[in-house]
């Protein structure tokens, strides 16, 4: 099976800008989940959905949203963008592996506000 | 509250020893727990899990070991290459309403050849 899969690879926006990420699931999986990684603050939990409805959210203001769609792909958006947005977004999506079901990562975008 | 933290600790050891690395964990009520590697440049690559009703388990030369009365994991790599160098990063799952992931800082493993 192909891995989850996130575009843009890298992106590069000024301050007050909107973004929108996309990530496509492993096939079969249903729930993709996001996080935002930077060197100060590590790996930080943002949403996670499951079919086409959010089902968690993290400590993170109403700027960040997201949104999945019928087949599964998933997009986060990130309205008027401020330096600190600039970080790894990680999208994970769920299927079964060791004792139970984990989370599997894509390759991340770089997002770099300036 | 969750437990991120900002000190990236580091490990270094020669190539073909075993290696520890060693978690701390905030909720005594998480039931089950992983291990990922990040290399440079990519997403965490899942490696190990365990539940919380066990206390050892055993991959192909990773072995997770969970003391829940001092909330405490490890991971412990056996005969350490070069290709082993990455952060690795333990993880609780939070199931308040849904599939949520609380990260460890990381510890950055490197392999001296």
């Known amino acids: 099976k192909a891995g989850v899969t996130q575009t843009p690879r890298y992106l590069i926006k000024t301050r007050g800008q909107q973004v929108t990420l996309s990530c496509s699931p492993i096939?079969?999986?249903?729930?993709v989940s996001w996080y935002q990684q930077t060197p100060g603050q590590g790996l930080q939990f943002l949403f996670e959905y499951f079919s086409e409805t959010q089902r968690n959210k993290g400590n993170f203001p109403g700027r960040f949203s997201g949104r999945q769609f019928s087949n599964s792909r998933s997009e986060m958006n990130v309205s008027t963008l401020e330096l600190g947005d600039s970080a790894l977004y990680l999208c994970a999506s769920r299927g079964l592996a060791g004792v139970q079901e984990t989370q599997y990562f894509g390759p991340g975008t770089r997002l770099l506000v300036l | 509250g969750e437990s991120v933290g900002l000190h990236l600790p580091t490990l270094s050891v020669q190539e073909g020893d075993n290696s520890i690395i060693n978690c701390a964990y905030s909720?005594?009520?998480?039931?089950?727990f992983i291990w990922y590697k990040q290399e440079s440049g990519k997403g965490p690559q899942f490696i190990i899990d365990i539940r919380s009703n066990m206390d050892k388990r055993q991959g192909q030369r990773v072995t997770v070991l969970l003391n829940k009365t001092v909330k405490h994991l490890s991971l412990q790599i056996a005969a350490t290459q070069p290709g082993d160098s990455a952060v690795y990063f333990c993880a609780e799952k939070d199931d308040t309403g849904g599939f949520k992931t609380i990260f460890g800082a990381g510890t950055r493993l490197f392999v001296k050849a």
């Open positions: 909720n005594s009520a998480s039931d089950y």
């Open positions: 096939s079969g999986h249903r729930s």
